[in-house]
């Protein structure tokens, strides 16, 4: 189980620079993330939760600003994207028509999970 809690933050003007950097790192990999995971899913290979985890440390060697940023961040992109897939899993078992997860862009992918 987790706990989170919300905070307001005032940032001065070098955190809000290094703060906007970690969002774009955390955007790209959840992005970087499912698009390797519905190309694999294309392909007839069902990927697996810890696989992609795995995947973040050969990613950390292809893009180095991944390494600016906690590993457990990074986990918590990978379980985000996880969490997402569960929920259109269980909404399709419902009976309901879905289609598929979108890219996130700038405005919609902008949460940190510490």
Do not use: H
Not at 37 to 48: F, N, S, V, Y
Not at 53 to 78: C, D, F, H, W
Not at 90 to 100: E, L, N, P
Request: hydrophobic share 30%; glycine share 4%.
């Amino acid at each position: 189980m987790f706990i989170s809690y919300k905070y307001r933050a005032y940032p001065d003007a070098t955190t809000e620079a290094r703060l906007n950097t970690t969002l774009d790192t955390c955007r790209w990999l959840y992005n970087k993330l499912l698009k390797e995971c519905t190309t694999a899913r294309e392909a007839g290979i069902a990927p697996t939760m810890r696989g992609m985890q795995a995947r973040i440390v050969t990613l950390k060697e292809e893009n180095p600003s991944l390494k600016g940023v906690y590993s457990r961040v990074l986990q918590m992109v990978n379980y985000t994207l996880w969490s997402n897939l569960r929920a259109l899993s269980q909404t399709k078992k419902r009976g309901r028509t879905i289609g598929k997860l979108r890219f996130k862009s700038t405005s919609r992918y902008r949460t940190l999970n510490y």
